[in-house]
T-cell receptor, first 114, second 112 residues
Framework: DAGVIQSPRHEVTEMGQEVTLRCKPI?????LFWYRQTMMRGLELLIY????????DSGMPEDRFSAKMPNASFSTLKIQPSEPRDSAVYFC????????????FGQGTRLTVV | KQEVTQIPAALSVPEGENLVLNCSFT??????LQWFRQDPGKGLTSLLL?????REQTSGRLNASLDKSSGRSTLYIAASQPGDSATYLC???????????FGTGTRLQVFP
């Protein structure tokens, strides 16, 4: 397996534009997480899916953020409209829940909103 | 609310030293604890996972211990090398949800 795959790796956009980040989890994993990393706040959990269903979205900062998981092999995180304070590295991770095994992270998407 | 703290925030050591990184958490009802490594501009790589029923795990020069009752974990790196330079993060999971709550990390630099 190629691991967790995120795209794009880098995104630069203007304030007010819509941004969509994509993630392909490891095949067979049933849980998927979106994290945001900044210097000030470290790694923050935004939303957690289990079997494609959103379980906990309490970390989603505002209504401008939304996430979907239409099937077991694909998830998106959308920001609309984007703001400069959304600039961060966004990570996707997947794991097999209930097996006490490791979580695997993608390489991240570095988002810059100007 | 679970809070995870790592000390020190940064560490610079000469090659060959044995070193200890510390992680503490406020709620002992964890499912497991993981140590990750993050290189600049890269994602996170899992180093060790300790289940709540375990006391320690070893992988090569790395040894991680867990004391749930005191809310502490340590990562021991033996005979450090310049290639060990990275940020090390610990994370705990709550219940059996696999939600990872991360510490702020320790930035390690090992110089030749």
């Amino acid at each position: 397996d190629a691991g967790v795959i995120q795209s794009p790796r880098h995104e630069v956009t203007e304030m007010g534009q819509e941004v969509t980040l994509r993630c392909k989890p490891i095949s067979g994993h049933n849980s998927l997480f979106w994290y945001r990393q900044t210097m000030m706040r470290g790694l923050e959990l935004l939303i957690y899916f289990n079997n494609n269903v959103p379980i906990d979205d309490s970390g989603m900062p505002e209504d401008r953020f939304s996430a979907k998981m239409p099937n077991a092999s694909f998830s998106t995180l959308k920001i609309q409209p984007s703001e400069p304070r959304d600039s961060a590295v966004y990570f996707c991770a997947s794991t097999l829940t209930g097996t006490n095994t490791e979580a695997f992270f993608g390489q991240g998407t570095r988002l810059t909103v100007v | 609310k679970q809070e995870v703290t790592q000390i020190p925030a940064a560490l610079s050591v000469p090659e060959g030293e044995n070193l200890v990184l510390n992680c503490s958490f406020t709620d002992s009802a964890i499912y497991n604890l993981q140590w990750f490594r993050q290189d600049p501009g890269k994602g996170l790589t899992s180093l060790l996972l300790i289940q709540s029923s375990q006391r320690e795990q070893t992988s090569g020069r790395l040894n991680a211990s867990l004391d749930k009752s005191s809310g502490r974990s340590t990562l021991y790196i033996a005979a450090s090398q310049p290639g060990d330079s990275a940020t090390y993060l610990c994370a705990v999971t709550l219940g059996n949800t696999d939600k990872l709550i991360f510490g702020t990390g320790t930035r390690l630099q090992v110089f030749p």
